[in-house]
């Protein structure tokens, strides 16, 4: 089977202190697919504008995305662009130009519905309760948001809730959308709500993964050069799924593992301009990041005393 | 052996959203013994006023505190006072009054002087490069201090780098002393100046440490209450080097385990006001602490496929 995925797929300009990139690829289906198809099958389902490079989405297509749900709309497709400060903890947007995107309305092609694992990309909740109208029976449907439809479409993203299993938010969203500052109340409030897992994401500090009597802690890679944190978010959702969808599990030990997956994901998204580091990233670089993260946060938790005397 | 401390011995007012506590026990030093001791014997050096309520001091002495080195002023001891805002990410300090603190001259004692580790609290690195020139031959110096040295005195400071096995230093110190965001590079700036190991605190997010060829990470505990953040920090750095006291051992594998104990007594400090969390826990809580640690962060690198046929 395959992933379903829907979201933006958007053309970004990106400027760093370093360096900068212009109308490269971007939108959150984009980096989900690029990630996750490294590890499985993915069903982008999105809109693009005439005037979109539709062909650079090609080495998705040669590893397993189904490609066919990408509507052509008339007019320009979804452009975004954004100065990230000296310092690359923030950034200024310059441009959001919905173009093709104002009027999305996902249509799932008929081949995608029978999809067991949903991922609903950060776009209007009213259009991710569509998207899971048109799905017949999904098994996990995880979820992305952002503090614009916190704010601008609560009461649509609360219902939503209760028609997903995993939440992917920031820590600041997650704060926002409970109205509770601390991190463990606020995933709380959550899963009240519907989901049975919520994972917060933290940038550089990791993420963390809140069950009903679990958590779970991953640590963001400690990278010296941070090139382009555009995308990062998305890039971990596509490890976590991918792993999810290669397992088929939601048994923690494995799903641990599509945390850990997910911030490899989203350390290799960072080191390059837009999917770039995706396009021939190999499964040995993959397992050497595992083994790596594996290596920084293992630890034995009592002293072998006996080897001391 | 016993580890060696020098640092402050204070009364604190403390104001949080839910409750207050005035002129407490607080202070570099007494945090760090409070929880070192539960690891590891401990011998304190500092300063009090002829107003220090040392009686309060005795279940420090009960458990393996060695607390004559700390000296007898003539006037107040150091008091500081701080209420915490609504969502405790921050706090104003209401009063900063030295006292007897304000001449600190510290005086190791003779029989402290052979000392193996050396834990050096956040005082003037004026102050800790002379608690040096009184230790004959100390194996591992382990040193805090903050933004007001790092801005105020930082030619002392960076010279007593050279001293020093493992600053122990929060992020935002740390990109500071080292004038470079990037965490990664500000570690490796500081330990080009000396230390082997850098460890930086990141609050709710835990900590990593830094050396030549390895990384660790340990999270903070999700708490569903943070009583009173004041003191997390010292009692990290006193479950860090008592671990470190017990093994007698810089191995990685040890290190990780004292970054482990560094966030278990850090999460402790946090849940009452002072020390007071630490004046009856068990071994028998650490040690369920330390499980609950293991169980957030442990997970294996490779699915098991076979057992999924």
Redesign the interface.
Known sequence: MSILCVGSVALDSVETPFDSAERVLGGSAVFFASAATLLAPVRVVGIVGDDYPIDRLNFLAERGADLSGIEKGEGKSFFWAARYH????GRDTLATELGVFADFQPKIPEAFRKSRHVFLGNIDPALQHDVLDQVEAPEVVACDTMNYWIEGNRDSLVSLLDRVNILMINDEEARQLANE?????ASKWIRDRGPDIVVVK?G???A?L?ADD????V?GF?????FDPTGAGDSFAGGFMGHLE??G?LDP??L??S??YGSIMGSFAVERFSVERFVDLTPSAIEAR??H?????????H?QVEE?V
Chains 1, 2 share one sequence.
């Open positions: 000296a310092d690359m903890g500052s601390n991190l463990v109340r933290k550089e500090h990791g963390v809140f679990w958590v779970f802690f640590p400690p990278l010296e050069e941070v290669q397992t599990s030990v494995d641990r593992r945390m850990v595992m083994a993260f594996h290596d920084m946060t293992a630890f034995q938790a002293a001391r």
